[in-house]
Nanobody
Framework: QVQLVESGGGLVQAGGSLRLSCATSESTFASNYIGWYRQAPGNQRELVAF???????VYANSVKGRFTISRDNTRNTVYLQMNSLKSEDTGVYYC?????????????????WGQGTQVTVSS
């Protein structure tokens, strides 16, 4: 049922960089919007960035200027390049897809989620 697979997480020092990958099926990649989410320990899941099929991007204020979301249409893959990582970026990162931005938000309540990939930023 899950058609997105996250990878690339790991342990990184504060100030370092990491690139996450979201591998999708061809049908899932055809969705208009794909978003990256994260859930920190003790916190609710939050949407940190998303990208539209035309390449337009939107970022949460907490990651603007540090994270970059991109997509490779030949590989059905969406990436999240994370630079200048901070301790508060620690969490499990997930990707998901929807037909419009409103549905990306709705997924926070009722979406199906894969295993995600753990990002741990140490000080």
């Amino acid at each position: 049922q899950v058609q997105l697979v996250e990878s690339g997480g790991g342990l990184v020092q504060a100030g370092g960089s990491l690139r996450l990958s979201c591998a999708t099926s061809e049908s899932t990649f055809a969705s208009n919007y794909i978003g990256w989410y994260r859930q920190a320990p003790g916190n609710q899941r939050e949407l940190v960035a998303f990208i539209a099929s035309d390449g337009s991007t939107v970022y949460a204020n907490s990651v603007k200027g540090r994270f970059t979301i991109s997509r490779d249409n030949t590989r059905n893959t969406v990436y999240l390049q994370m630079n200048s990582l901070k301790s508060e970026d620690t969490g499990v990162y997930y990707c998901n897809a929807a037909a419009n931005p409103s549905q990306l938000v709705t997924l926070l309540r009722s979406g199906n989620w894969g295993q995600g990939t753990q990002v741990t930023v140490s000080s």
